[in-house]
């Protein structure tokens, strides 16, 4: 099955247009934005079981807007965004998260952040040592959790 025919071209548009909304382009840190055609064609082949959500997202954006994202101008399209993002559910949170994902497996935009164009493991990632003792008003806590009996 192939995601060309599941999203309209008109859904097509929309994800571009919502992606570039969320990470625009940027020429201080030399990485494109969500929109870019690597990364679009990224998103629609790897969107796999998220396929139903980001379709049910895209759907509830162009119901919102009334017409299609892209021939909204900016102050409309942003207050669509706002809306989209405060009512959209996990269908909202499905489709941000695919674009997040993609775009930061993207090869520009791990070069931008100084990440190796490499899988985390087996390697994994040396992080610096940080303040512990921050985490001790959580240790301090009570359970959060109910026991079975």
Known sequence: ??????????????????SAMMI??????DVPGADDPIIQADILATLGRDTRSVVAALDHLAQLAGKPLAALDDATREAVAREFRAAGGVAAATLIRVVLQCYYRDDRVLRSL????RPPFPLGYTLEQGDWSLLDPVKARPPMWRKVP
């Open 1 to 18: 099955m192939f995601v060309e025919t599941i999203l309209t071209s008109a859904q097509r548009d929309d994800l571009r247009v919502i």
């Open 24 to 29: 625009p382009a940027s020429a201080e840190y």
């Open 114 to 117: 100084n990440l190796e164009l």
